[in-house]
């Protein structure tokens, strides 16, 4: 099992900028690749940013241009650097996992509010 730890959310500015992280504990070595998703106020929740257990990344079109995905092996942690925020960002940032074997697991999220 991996546990999932994300942070960096509150409130911001539409225009500024965010770094999300998300620590993960357990099973590390099992986990082929880590995502960060966006929950909407609606509750639609779509993927942003993908990196690999190689260091791939791939990244939703709608965000390509804004967004930044890492991580850091050695704390077992990925980040999400957003710039110019949107109204539209609002909401909660969910970390995910894909696993050799087994469900994938997320995070508990971290709410991300911006403001005009």
């Known amino acids: 099992q991996v546990q999932l730890v994300e942070s960096g959310g509150g409130l911001v500015q539409a225009g500024e900028s965010l770094r999300l992280a998300c620590v993960a504990s357990g099973s590390t070595d099992r986990i082929v690749s880590m995502a960060w998703y966006h929950q909407t106020p609606a509750y639609q929740r779509e993927r942003i940013a993908t990196i690999t257990r190689s260091g791939n990344t791939n990244y939703a079109t709608p965000y390509e241009d804004r967004v930044t995905i890492s991580r850091d092996t050695l704390k077992n942690t990925i980040y999400l650097e957003m710039n110019s925020l949107k109204l539209d960002d609002a909401g909660v940032y969910f970390c995910?996992?894909?696993?050799?074997?087994?469900?994938?697991?997320w995070g508990p999220g971290t709410r991300v509010t911006v403001s005009s």
């Open positions: 995910n996992t894909k696993m050799e074997v087994s469900s994938d697991f």
